[in-house]
């Protein structure tokens, strides 16, 4: 049954009340506990979901300083740079020269780390390929479409309201590093057990 409300000119529609609802209840599916553990044991990737966040926040752009990907992912730098050393020790991501400011670094992905991401990504999509596996084709065309949507509305709503051109919380293909762009990645030790 939809929320009641309020009303008057900046009234929630009953619809936006429920997509309201609805992205709640996804968003807590998707950061259960349980969700990641199955998640990192399909993708063999012993990572905490910190990690797991940051390093899929890293693989969708281009290098970046820690403090731009602590701004993107709306938390303390400190976080940041604990997760990336964390994350550097195990072979996943390396830190290169910034070319704007020789005295600062930017963290980019490892081959390692690139695979890392891939598995994990595998994962995820394996298992909401079988969540649903009822929809036709052209409901998940439509559902994809909507979602990219409505993801690019509140980036342009969240850069207007919060007064940042361009601010967004996941790179858009726009952002992303070319292959040809890459260095060619340090040769990781392994990840630590």
Known sequence: M???SPSGPNATSPEVAEIERALTRITYLGTRT???DRLRALADVPLDRAAVALLRQIADCVPMRPGEVAHRLGVEASHVT???QQLQRAGYVTRV???DDGRAQRIRLTEAGRLAVGRIREAGAGEMQLALSGWRPEELRQLAT???RMVDDFLAYSAETEGEPGAVAVAGPQEREKPEEREKPEEPEGPET
């Open 34 to 36: 349980r969700h990641h």
């Open 146 to 148: 909507l979602f990219h």
């Open 82 to 84: 604990r997760t990336v």
């Open 97 to 99: 020269p910034d070319p």
């Open 2 to 4: 939809p929320a009641p």
